[in-house]
């Protein structure tokens, strides 16, 4: 039964920083490629950084280089997404999500696990 939850969501104040965490059950996370997601109302889901081969490669879109950083702990089986400098912008539900490695793209629809999602507000 494979699971992924997101904890670590909150309210911020702009200029803060959050982690975000995603525990990870019955996936090999070595065959898989790993992102988080997020999704504000009114706004397509977006993918703000992924990881793959068990944290060997990190890729992330233009607008999130410098503030967002996405790490994994194989040990663990957890995902985490750092994030600081924090803008209203930023404000949506962050999702974790797993595809098979081959398939690691910002497509959203190429991910068929997803967690339940952590809200994120920065006011």
């Known amino acids: 039964h494979v699971q992924l939850v997101e904890s670590g969501g909150g309210s911020v104040q702009a200029g803060g920083s959050l982690r975000l965490s995603c525990e990870i059950s019955?996936?090999?996370?070595?065959?898989?490629?790993l992102a988080w997601f997020r999704q504000a109302p009114g706004h397509e889901r977006e993918g703000v950084a992924r990881?793959?081969?068990?944290?060997?490669?990190?890729t992330y879109p233009d607008s999130q280089k410098g503030r967002i950083a996405i790490s994994q702990d194989t040990a663990e089986n957890i995902l985490y997404l750092e994030m600081i400098n924090l803008k209203p912008d930023d404000s949506a539900m962050y999702y974790c999500?797993?595809?098979?490695?081959?398939?690691?793209?910002?497509?959203?629809?190429?991910?068929?696990?997803w967690g339940q999602g952590t809200q994120v507000t920065v006011s």
């Open positions: 999500a797993a595809a098979p490695s081959w398939e690691c793209s910002w497509r959203a629809s190429e991910y068929k696990i």
């Open positions: 019955g996936l090999d996370v070595s065959n898989n490629c």
């Open positions: 990881i793959v081969s068990a944290g060997a490669l990190t």
